[in-house]
């Protein structure tokens, strides 16, 4: 069904139809998964081309960086342009950059189009925001967990399908497969999000210095932003980096499509974001945070002792997810009720310091498994969790 309406109809009537979430969370997580289409495929992409299989941790690099740049040059627009026409933008350029790095003639090019990549593949996160203005004000905890967890999805899946795909049709073929979904999508999507007018009468260079504005008006936004940044940015990153490394070494040798299965606990986590939305709607979600901090802490202070378990450490991944997953969804929603026209500007802040906190989440991971392995890790991990929690603790007692 169309939803070509304008700016005045939106605010009088919410638009987001449980199928509407849905969608917006298909297209959502498509976009993010664009980013993980290579992690899988690294040690395939550079004997293509000749070069040292840890010479693939540059095109990682060149995609992250392109993302980050991306995020902050482009989501900001969501709260000035029509983002109906932002979205039809960047996920058209999105199909065009998938082509460039099917492509590519050498490895350096590769890097520039993954770099492109990134740059341009950011609908989830001018969706998300949009979500949120187009949800009745008592189902926007579970309009944003049906597209949070759309994201998560994205981000498990991409890594997951690329292996079986690339080892058919090659990891060319598999570029060219997702630019042509992403054209398709694109297609729908202009179909069905509705017309906007112009919100906020900001010059591009002041709209994008008011990121950091957005902020400073909604001082609550900086615990939010550390929540997500301890709970995903550090806990997360640390436990799936070093889980890696376990699964790859004695007494399992797993091949990385085992250790994609293995990733697909994280499932769990965004189908029951979809459920932790409601508990946000109800008024339940700051006491749901400070849960999902502890169940995060405590299993993974737990993890530290079963890592010769696969079951277990598949029990502890599912747990994990559960708890992360209600963080993200928790923190998101409470940061678009913050404001009601500076949803897209907090969300680029929100991104940015998921990405600044995980950049230190991936640095730790590797100082901790060379000092003292996966318990250290984990150790290290259920560590930001608790610090999450006493930080809860506290600014709540305020």
Sequence with gaps: MSM????EQTEKVPLMTTGTAVLFAAAAGLAIGNLYWAQPLLAMI??????????GGFLVTATQIGYALGIF????????????????????VTSMALLLCA????????AMALGLLGLVTVAGQILLPMAGDLAAADDRGRIVGIVTSGITGGMVFARFISGFVADGI??????????????????????VLPHEKRRASLSYPRLLWDVFGAVKRNPK????????????GISFNIFWTVLTYVLAEAPYHYSPLQIGLVSLTSLVGAIAGIGIGRLQDKGYGHTALGVSFALSAAILALAA???????????????????????????????????????SRLNTALVVSNFIFAAGGSLLSTWLWNHGGWPMAVGGASLASF??????????KK
Excluded: K
């Design 46 to 55: 550079a004997d293509d081309f000749g070069v040292p299989v840890s010479s």
């Design 170 to 191: 090659g990891w060319p073929g598999l570029y060219i497969g997702a630019a042509v979904i992403n054209a398709i999508v694109t297609v729908i999507m202009m179909r």
């Design 4 to 7: 070509h309406v304008n700016r």
């Design 387 to 396: 610090v999450g929690l006493v930080l809860w603790w506290l600014w709540h």
């Design 221 to 232: 936004s900086l615990q939010l932003l550390t929540y997500t940044g301890l709970g995903f």
């Design 103 to 110: 492509w590519a003639p050498g490895f350096s090019m590769l």
């Design 73 to 92: 040059f482009f989501v900001p627009l969501g709260d000035a342009v029509s983002r109906r026409t932002l979205v039809g933008i960047t996920m058209g």
């Design 305 to 343: 002792y079963v890592h010769n378990s696969i079951i277990a450490i598949l029990i502890v991944a599912a747990v994990f997810a559960l708890a992360i997953q209600g963080i993200c969804v928790l923190v998101q929603s409470e940061l678009f009720a913050l404001s009601d026209t500076e949803r």
